[in-house]
């Protein structure tokens, strides 16, 4: 399992060192076995905010889900994105036009790093409860274990999506030998049911807010809207709606409904700017802060330019051109219809001002006046152009937008394009200063849902698990047509609906079986 030849080289190292010098302490001062670390109120804190480090962390040596690993492992195989110039990684770039295998350094690391943080979940869910420090409350105790129980299952949300059956490992290991870590995949519909019972948990342990230094903890609100989503993702049309509606408030989802007081901001641009970071549309994020120790958001520098004096933008994220009739240049920038007010609205920018006080742009076609390349910018700091990696701009896991439109999709599986359907669906488009629907049939509606999810959404690390979930009107998954559309021939249904499991991982674990296919 996660790491197990570290663990056993490790315990090969300490007993050969105990072994061959006698007069070594086998109880150092300064190492504190994990059975006596767990003591104080301090300590079950650090244990929780060390399963969200997963979220978050990062740098150019480290990469985690939601700083930049989604990217690079997964979302640059969709129909939105491609690696750009500054992505010179091979592995990444034949992942991106689906070359990967199962001894790919992105496939790896995705397994990898939500293993860690699930180990972590696992630690802070089983010693937080028995720490007798009394300045610990029982009430504390409940909401860490609470938000312990929220990531390891959004860990294991990603991970059965990803990989589909996994090991299903509840409590931290413990062992000897390597054979003490081989444990077998448990079956997806096993995962979903642990996945359903960790946010369920949470959403009965969790408080509604936070504040202060607390704001971005995961909530009851929080726990609830991913539980909807992993309803809607099984095809659970009724408990997705319902529990959805515990969310949004009741029908018709008017502004100031929501229990939890969430409401979308006016302005799309809100939803990403630093400024409004933790606001009312903001359910759970990953939470980044500039100048504190590599906490920074590297995806900002990423979606950027190069070449702009006093800005280090690396382009290594950029949108997938394809052809499409006889513009050869085409990409999702181009079905924003020119009323959308998310297209230039905090997703893309077309040009880049320098210190020097010129802009900077670049025409995907120079023979089409105005045909301009479109920079992805949602991660984009105002306060730190000169050094984009410092970017605070946080991350969403789930935001209300979304929220509402796995309501108004749940609701049309359903009863078809009821005004329930509608009302989730319209505060989204008007939001984005579109029309608003109101005789759309059931296969429309569905169509139309889609890809107002992919406007809405791009960049937002969705994007490939919406194409191995999403469905066309005959019940076809809607991968294999939408990527070979952009030119992505090497996919192939059901293999791609599922990543390889990692050889590295099956050669340490003998119980662990490959994915059809691969």
């Not at 929780?48 to 492992?73: E, I, K, M």
């Not at 980044?288 to 920074?296: A, H, I, T």
């Not at 050094?387 to 049309?412: D, G, K, Q, T, W």
Request: net charge neutral; with cysteine; hydrophobic share 40%.
């Amino acid at each position: 399992m996660m790491k197990t030849n570290d663990k056993y080289f490790l315990l090969v190292l300490i007993a050969g060192i105990i072994s061959s010098c006698a007069k070594l302490k086998e109880n150092p001062d300064s190492f504190i076995p994990a059975q006596e670390y767990y003591k104080t109120k301090a300590d079950a804190v650090n244990a929780v905010n060390a399963v969200y480090f997963l979220l978050n962390s990062g740098g150019t040596s480290v990469q985690t889900p939601y700083n930049t690993l989604f990217a690079t492992g997964m979302d640059f195989m969709s129909d939105d994105l491609d690696p750009g110039p500054g992505a010179t990684n091979p592995d990444v770039r034949s992942q991106a036009v689906l070359n990967h295998s199962s001894t790919g350094l992105r496939v790896l690391q995705l397994w990898q790093q939500h293993y860690a943080g699930i180990k972590k979940a696992n630690i802070a869910i089983d010693k937080v409860p028995v720490i007798a420090d009394p300045a610990l409350t029982d009430e504390l105790k409940k909401r860490l274990v609470g938000e312990a129980k929220l990531l390891r299952g959004l860990y294991y949300f990603n991970l059965v999506r990803l990989y589909g059956a996994v090991p299903l490992i509840l409590h931290d290991q413990e062992g000897v030998t390597i054979t003490d870590f081989a444990i077998e995949q448990t079956p997806v519909t096993g995962v979903y049911a642990q996945v359903e019972k960790d946010l369920s948990d949470a959403a009965s342990a969790l408080p509604d807010s936070y504040s202060g230094a607390d704001l971005g903890r995961a909530t009851a609100g929080a726990a609830k809207s991913l539980l909807a989503k992993v309803y809607l993702t099984q095809g659970k049309w009724t408990e997705a709606v319902l529990k959805a509606e515990e969310v949004t408030g009741p029908y018709p989802y008017s502004p100031g409904a929501s229990p939890y007081k969430y409401e979308l901001f006016a302005d799309y641009s809100q939803v990403f700017l630093p400024a409004f970071k933790n606001g009312k549309e903001h359910i759970l994020s990953a939470q980044f802060k500039s100048n504190s120790l590599g906490q920074g958001n590297n995806q900002a520098p990423r979606g950027a330019r190069t070449g702009v004096p006093g800005m280090v933008g690396i382009y290594s994220d950029q949108v997938r051109f394809y052809t499409q009739g006889t513009d050869k240049n085409f990409s999702i920038y181009k079905l924003y219809s020119a009323n959308d007010k998310r297209k230039k609205n905090g997703t893309f920018v077309t040009r880049f001002l320098g210190s020097d006080g010129k802009w900077y742009g670049d025409l995907v076609d120079k023979a089409i006046p105005g045909d301009s390349i479109p920079y992805l910018n949602k991660y984009w700091d105002p306060a730190q152009a000169a050094n984009l990696s410092e970017s605070a701009a946080n991350v969403p896991v789930i935001r209300f937008a979304e929220v509402l439109l796995i309501l108004a999709e749940a609701e049309n599986e359903i009863n078809g394009p009821s005004g329930k359907a509608y009302a989730a669906y319209n505060r989204v488009r008007e939001r984005a200063g579109l029309t608003p629907f109101s005789t759309l049939t059931k296969n429309q509606f569905r169509d139309s849902l889609y890809l107002d999810r992919r406007l809405e959404l791009v960049w937002e690390n969705q994007r490939w698990f919406d194409l191995i979930r999403e469905k066309d009107a005959a019940g076809k998954v809607i991968l294999e047509d939408a990527l070979r559309k952009v030119g992505k021939t090497n996919v192939s249904v059901p293999k791609h609906l599922l990543f390889p499991i990692p050889q590295q991982e099956i050669d340490l674990n003998s119980k662990l079986k490959q994915n059809a296919g691969w």
